[in-house]
Every structure is written in structure tokens, then in C-alpha cells.
């Protein structure tokens, strides 16, 4: 009886395999149209939608302070989609964007360094990462550092200064490209992958019992003390980010390692599998929207 319900288990699998071949992206794909339309409707119209998505905000607030977003690709704006005081500051700040010095540095980078101009021949290619390859997630900046290897040189490091600069310049060309982020799932691997992000996406953890959901799913357009909670979709598309309470440049996985602690967990290595395999998840989600790197935010 046990080997027949065995062997029951194994063609079943073996069927799943063979009909979910070629189109490893059918689950991440229904997430990804699934959150889009959540978000959609959920800023639509934020004062009709009180009841089911703001029941903390004031009159005041939802008629004045939350602006609808009804075009979907002003979510890479974060915040400033939605958030009509700061989406104001923001393009105020913006009209003297702090990170030009570091688009021009990270150029300088890139056309001094042979070995990675051989690596990238074309710069415009910061929508295309992370990426699946050699069995594992690969982030841009792990990218990076594999090409500076193994040309025999010293890596970066992995949240700020010649990293975040050069991937600053490869945002921006993408951006002036016109590029859109384009995350591929192309084997059993790699979907297993995007779950395990996924999954680590949506668990509690830390001190605080907190999902990265908790706060930018279902909390996204709430209020923390001064500054609103941002969308999930859009989360990545303007990375790396100028962050004023940085005063400098810094990369997803930087700010990953900021959520961790907010959310009272000892932070994952910047450069370890998981972090990796969040990315792969938070990137697949913006799937389909422009590019907007490099970018400004509190």
C-alpha cells in the first residue's frame, strides 16, 4: 500500500514537472497581476476605500493628504505616488538631485575598469537583474563583485560607495534606454526560488513579529509617526536610492538590511542567498514598470 501511494506521489510530480515545463512563471505571474490590482483599486479612491483598506486615517487626510493614483506605473514613485506633501518635496528635491555626482562617478568607474566593460558591454541592463544563473539568485551587485574577481581584483563591498555608484550609471542608462524591469523564471530552479522569497516576504519574524507585508502590503498609505509606509509593487525599480537619512547612495540590499533591524531581526549578510532570493521576489513583482533609477527618498 505504501509503495503503490509512493509511486501515486511520483507520476503525479513527474505530470506537474512535465506540464509546468516552459512556464515556470505562472504562479509568480498571477502574484504579480493579483498585487497590481490590489493596489489599483486599493488607491483608486482612498476615501471611498476607507473602510476596507484606511480605517486609521482622518476625513482630512484622505481628501487632502493621499492623492488617487490612477495610472499603475506611478507606483515606482513609492510614497510619492500617492503622498501629495511629499510627493511635492520630492520634486522640489529633485530638481537638484543629490546623486548626479554619483551617476558621473559610477561612469567614470565603467570606462576605467576593462574587465568590467567586458562583463557589461552594454550598461543599460539594470532592469534585467537579479537574475537566475549557476543554479543560484545573482544580484546586480554580486554580479559585480563576480566580474571584479574574477578578473583578480578586490570586490566592493555591497551596500554603498563604488557599488552603488556604478550601478547608479547602469540604472540611469537603462532608464534613458527606456528599459522596463524584465525578471525571468525559466526553470524548476528558479521558481523555487522566487517561493522561497516569497514565503520569506510574507513570514513574521524579528522581536517585533513583523512580514515585510505587514508593512508595504497591507500597510502600504499608512502612516508611521511622520512618513508613509510604500508599495510592494514598484518597491525596486529606482534602486540604488539616495536616502536623505543616508546622506548618500545606497543599494537594495542596503535598505533590506535597514528593514530587517526596523522589523527587531538580526539582519541577513547583504551578500547571502536569502537576501538574494527576497530580491528575486521584490523584483519579479515590478515586473512590466520603467526603470526609475537612481532615485530620492527620505
Not at 15 to 38: C, F, I, M, W
Not at 65 to 90: C, M, W
Not at 277 to 296: K, R, T
Request: hydrophobic fraction near 35%; charged fraction near 30%; charge should be positive.
Amino acid at each position: 500500500m505504501i509503495k503503490k501511494f509512493i509511486s501515486l506521489i511520483a507520476a503525479v510530480s513527474l505530470s506537474t514537472l512535465l506540464l509546468n515545463a516552459g512556464d515556470y512563471n505562472k504562479q509568480a505571474e498571477k502574484d504579480r497581476v493579483a498585487l497590481k490590482e490590489y493596489f489599483a483599486k486599493k488607491f483608486a479612491n482612498p476615501l471611498k476605500n476607507r473602510g476596507e483598506y484606511f480605517p486609521y486615517a482622518t476625513d482630512k487626510e484622505l481628501k487632502e493628504g493621499i492623492l488617487p493614483v490612477k495610472n499603475s506605473e506611478d507606483f515606482r514613485l513609492g510614497t510619492y505616488a500617492f503622498n501629495k506633501i511629499g510627493k511635492e518635496q520630492y520634486e522640489e528635491l529633485n530638481e537638484m538631485a543629490p546623486y548626479l555626482d554619483d551617476i558621473d562617478e559610477g561612469e567614470e568607474l565603467y570606462n576605467g575598469s576593462s574587465a568590467i566593460k567586458k562583463c557589461f558591454p552594454n550598461p543599460a541592463i539594470a532592469g534585467e537583474y537579479p537574475m537566475f544563473k549557476d543554479g543560484k539568485v545573482i544580484t546586480l551587485t554580486a554580479a559585480i563583485n563576480q566580474c571584479l574577481k574574477k578578473a583578480g581584483k578586490k570586490s566592493w563591498g555591497w551596500k554603498k560607495g563604488k557599488i552603488a555608484k556604478l550601478e547608479a550609471y547602469f540604472a540611469n542608462k537603462t532608464k534613458e534606454a527606456g528599459k522596463k524591469v524584465n525578471i525571468k523564471i525559466n526553470s524548476q530552479k528558479a521558481m523555487e526560488a522566487y517561493e522561497r522569497g516569497k514565503k520569506e516576504y510574507y513570514s513574521q519574524r524579528g522581536y517585533l513579529k513583523l512580514s515585510c507585508a505587514n508593512c508595504h502590503v497591507q500597510g502600504s498609505g499608512q502612516r508611521v509617526r511622520k512618513e508613509y509606509l510604500h508599495t510592494l509593487y514598484g518597491a525596486t525599480t529606482h534602486f540604488p536610492v539616495y536616502r536623505l537619512k543616508w546622506q548618500g547612495l545606497g543599494t537594495l540590499e542596503r535598505r533590506i538590511e535597514g528593514c530587517e533591524k526596523d522589523e527587531g531581526e538580526n539582519p541577513h549578510k547583504p551578500s547571502s542567498p536569502w537576501v538574494a532570493e527576497m530580491i528575486y521576489f521584490m523584483a519579479y513583482m515590478s515586473n512590466g514598470l520603467p526603470v526609475d533609477g537612481p532615485d530620492l527618498r527620505k
